[in-house]
């Protein structure tokens, strides 16, 4: 059994946050007490240098009422994150996290170095390259925060650890494991080998639809806090009515050990009475019973494809990838011609180029993994992923 804290947060409000924060972790069961003078890196989801109000990252007050809570404990604290092309400084900057680092007096975390770990327990990875932050820490605290995302689904605790993982060495994970189903267990053993203390979810504006950067912020007025990553995720999932069965790295977690992701192993905790529906008084609850008073019907999922047949017509010929798997595509008249998504792709070489004549990238959809780091990255929006013509046969 696993318990979720969750805790109603409606606004970024400083003095709201913090009671939140402290009435989360105070009720927070199963984490290891905090020992003075120990050294936590906090590790917030940074995608890119994009400001707080996107709802792309993790919003800087969460980050700094956490801080807070874990500096009155006597803990020594980094923060940082190793964004998709951006350097770390710059996304600190821009993301509202460099005035927190400032005022509470807290060194920026080294993501720029990384360390090679041996991981012989890892399932996919038996060694990563890992930011040197994150090998000098004594531990790491997780804060993820709430979003749709192309091939996971959903981008919470477990993968908000991926970003662990130094500079490009990313982009070749994707390379190497494509499918989502390989994708989230290599992920997994990250989030294995990092193994944070504990993990606190920014739900308080999430992200729906075209995420994990380009999609419509979502007031939710929610933070999350537990021990298990998954079980945090699942909750999350449960929240905004997303099928546990699109968000890959539930049952890699779980596979791996990280967690339970099944809703009737999952314990909800609302420990303050103001937060709670009429019908649990108690404020208890399992995740399978979560009230419909606390859960979003019209959260729009991202658009995705995970079932085990999907995985195989990736890997066919064209035209049954053209049929059967679902593509990115870019609509030209948003598109910036910055050239990012040519810059992140991680095939070599990569699978959209600018032709001659044309500025905006053309896919080759031959080579295309589907990993939708392009999405991932377009400043503009531009990009979305377009559902395969007959991907209903496959059962969705
Ligand atoms: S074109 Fe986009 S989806 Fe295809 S491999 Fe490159 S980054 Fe991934
Ligand atoms: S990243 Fe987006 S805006 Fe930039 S070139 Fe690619 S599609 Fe166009």
Known sequence: MSTVVLVRCPSYDRRTVEDAVEAGLSA????????????????????????????????????????????????????????????????????GLTAVLEEL???EADFRRSVSVPFPEGHVLRRMDLAKAVADA?????????????????????????????????????FRHPSPASFARMVADVAACVAPRFHVMDAVVAMEGNGPRNG???????????????????VAAHLVRIAPDTVPTLAAGAARGLGVRSPDRIRV?????????????????????????????DFEAAETEHSL??????????LGRKALVHRPVIAASDCIQCGQCIDACPTDPASLSRESGREVPVYDYGRCIRCYCCQEICPAGAIRVRRAPLAFLLGR
């Open 105 to 107: 007096g807290l060194p």
């Open 28 to 95: 927070l069961p199963e984490a290891e007490p905090i020992r003075p003078g120990e050294s936590l890196l906090l590790k917030p989801n940074l995608l890119a240098a994009i400001p707080p109000g996107s709802a792309a990252t993790t919003h800087p007050e969460v980050v700094r009422a956490v801080a807070l809570f874990l500096a009155r404990r006597g803990a020594r604290l980094t923060c940082g994150d190793s964004p998709a092309l951006d350097d770390p400084g710059r996304a600190l900057r821009i993301s």
């Open 216 to 234: 419509r912020p979502r007031s939710l007025g929610f933070l999350l806090f537990s021990a298990d990553p998954v079980a945090l995720d699942a």
């Open 138 to 174: 004594d531990g790491v605290v997780g804060i993820s925060k709430l979003k749709t995302h192309a091939l996971t689904g959903l981008t919470g605790a477990v993968k908000n650890l991926y970003g662990c993982v130094a500079g490009r060495e990313k982009a070749l994970g994707h």
């Open 309 to 318: 047949l999907a995985a195989f017509f990736r890997r066919s010929g064209r």
């Open 269 to 297: 905790s609302m420990p303050r009475p103001e937060d709670r529906p009429a019908s649990v008084p108690g404020g208890i609850f399992s995740c399978r019973a979560m009230p419909d008073a606390l859960r979003f019907d």
